[in-house]
């Protein structure tokens, strides 16, 4: 049970991070929110580590922390540019089958869930795709094939970032979201100096971008645990909940509708995780 809750907890903190980073994308460069929120992140790892003064890992979990980091940050960008460009109802359920790349994985290597888990699982990432698709989103639209190929890319990053994390955490949590970190930082960086970019922002913009890095981090480290205390296609899955939270912000605070057909979505997630917490 305890995983279940860390796993919805990550959801809450990457649902909250995915809406502020859309938003500030619209006013900003991707590649500025991208750097503040991610050196925000890193500075207080290095603080964290630091503190718990924790040996250094095997290089093979480095290893798997640096390919998360990477691929987080990939997925990260390919969703907010978009969220930005592109539109919500398309990318968000390409974006959510993300899970499926971990799933797949146990089952390869022979974690199979329980009949009710694994029911529990469908029932919510089903449900989560529906809960993605706005009601008024069509298929003509000239935004769809770039909409489908940025939520194509945001999937298997995420899914890459799932699997990744989960076997460089077991050793250490901390050293694991650190190397990721500080891959992603360093990769973000070689673009925005390859591209000879400059890094804007006001001073209006600053604590709301800083707060994005603060937000994933905790996400990252809620999921890490919980993809350790129990199974990480769980873990991935419960996680992936953070599309519904976007939407949740999107309706509350810009007003957006939510369709009967969201709505239906997000019931059949909730089943979902009602079947998982039951089975585990």
Known sequence: MLAVLLALGASLGWGTSDFLG???????????????????????????????GTPLPELSSLGQAAMAGLAETAAVAALY???????????????????????????????VPAPLQFAGLALAL??????????????????????????????????????????ASGEDVGWALLVARLTAVTAIATVIA????????????????????????TADFLYATA????MASIAAVLGSLHTIVTIALARIVLKE????????????????????????
Not at 37 to 52: D, E, I, R, Y
Not at 227 to 230: C, D, I, K, Q, V
């Open 22 to 52: 859309g938003l500030k994308s619209r006013s900003l460069p991707l590649t500025s929110v991208l750097l503040i929120s991610q050196t925000t992140a890193l500075a207080l790892l290095v603080a964290l580590v630091a503190a718990k």
């Open 81 to 111: 540019r978009g969220l930005a460009v592109g539109r919500m109802g398309i990318v968000a359920p390409v974006a959510a089958t993300a899970p499926v790349v971990p799933l797949v994985a146990g089952l390869v290597t022979g974690q």
């Open 126 to 167: 089903v449900g989560l795709v529906i809960t993605s698709k706005a009601p008024d989103d069509g298929g003509t639209s000239p935004r769809a094939l770039p909409s489908i190929l940025y939520g194509l890319l945001a999937s298997l990053g995420f899914g890459t970032f799932f699997l990744a994390m989960h076997n």
């Open 194 to 217: 390859a591209q000879r970019r400059r890094v804007t922002f006001t001073g209006a913009d600053l604590p709301a971008t800083a707060a994005i890095g603060v937000l994933i981090i």
């Open 227 to 230: 993809s350790n205390l129990g």
């Open 257 to 280: 509708r939510l369709g009967r057909l969201q709505q239906f979505g997000i019931a059949l997630s909730l089943v979902g995780v009602v079947a998982i917490s039951t089975a585990t």
